[in-house]
T-cell receptor
Framework: LAKTTQPISMDSYEGQEVNITCSHN???????ITWYQQFPSQGPRFIIQ???TKVTNEVASLFIPADRKSSTLSLPRVSLSDTAVYYC?????????????FGAGTRLAVHP | EAEVAQSPRYKITEKSQAVAFWCDPI?????LYWYRQILGQGPELLVQ????????DSQLPKDRFSAERLKGVDSTLKIQPAELGDSAMYLC???????????????FGPGTRLLVL
């Protein structure tokens, strides 16, 4: 299973765009890249998922270069409520079943 | 919107006691996961079910932890006896479609926070 590396923490201010980059040099051909968000005392929440190029939804964009060895989660115009831990996961079939491994995540602090 | 249910939300117990956590996945989700999350760390997979069968319990401390999903719907995770180091958040997640697959999304419950004294 591919290991991911992401910054331990980031700081931003309200209204700014935040980009969190994740490295996954050993990503396999059938692996997807998924990002989750977690607030204190809550379970992780799915944000976005992609395989290649760019994916956009109502809350974020995910940029994946052609070699797929990294990905960038982009949060447009963050607010205080975006303060959370963001996890980058790379996963696919392992022994015939989907398996995801969480790292330590990136702690994003949004300041007024 | 359908959600994964977990109970209790909080549990305080003394070491050597038995504790049990319950999870009800989103209806129709065949795959169920139990994770343990220590404060400041990411979730760690303990056990994964496909319907009623365990497909991965390689990280489950089997001397004290057990998990079951008898009818392939809800699930129970038990610790007996509890140790101080078991204090953590226990998260349940479920996913679709059947059999797992690339690009599958896991939906997490609110978790059970366990404190062992």
């Amino acid at each position: 299973l591919a290991k991911t590396t992401q910054p331990i923490s980031m700081d931003s201010y309200e209204g700014q765009e935040v980009n969190i980059t994740c490295s996954h040099n050993n990503i396999a051909t059938n692996d997807y890249i998924t990002w989750y968000q977690q607030f204190p005392s809550q379970g992780p929440r799915f944000i976005i998922q992609g395989y290649k190029t760019k994916v956009t939804n109502e809350v974020a964009s995910l940029f994946i270069p052609a070699d797929r060895k990294s990905s960038t989660l982009s949060l447009p115009r963050v607010s205080l409520s975006d303060t959370a831990v963001y996890y980058c996961l790379v996963g696919g079939l392992s022994g015939g079943y989907n398996k995801l491994i969480f790292g330590a995540g990136t702690r994003l602090a949004v300041h007024p | 919107e359908a959600e994964v249910a977990q109970s209790p939300r909080y549990k305080i117990t003394e070491k050597s006691q038995a504790v049990a956590f319950w999870c009800d996945p989103i209806s129709g989700h065949a795959t169920l996961y139990w994770y343990r999350q220590i404060l400041g760390q990411g979730p760690e997979l303990l056990v994964q079910f496909q319907d009623e069968s365990v497909v991965d319990d390689s990280q489950l401390p089997k001397d004290r932890f057990s998990a079951e999903r008898l009818k392939g719907v809800d699930s129970t995770l038990k610790i007996q006896p509890a140790e101080l180091g078991d204090s953590a958040m226990y998260l349940c997640a479920s996913s679709f479609p059947l059999g797992g697959g690339v690009g599958e999304t896991q939906y997490f419950g609110p978790g059970t926070r366990l404190l062992v004294l």
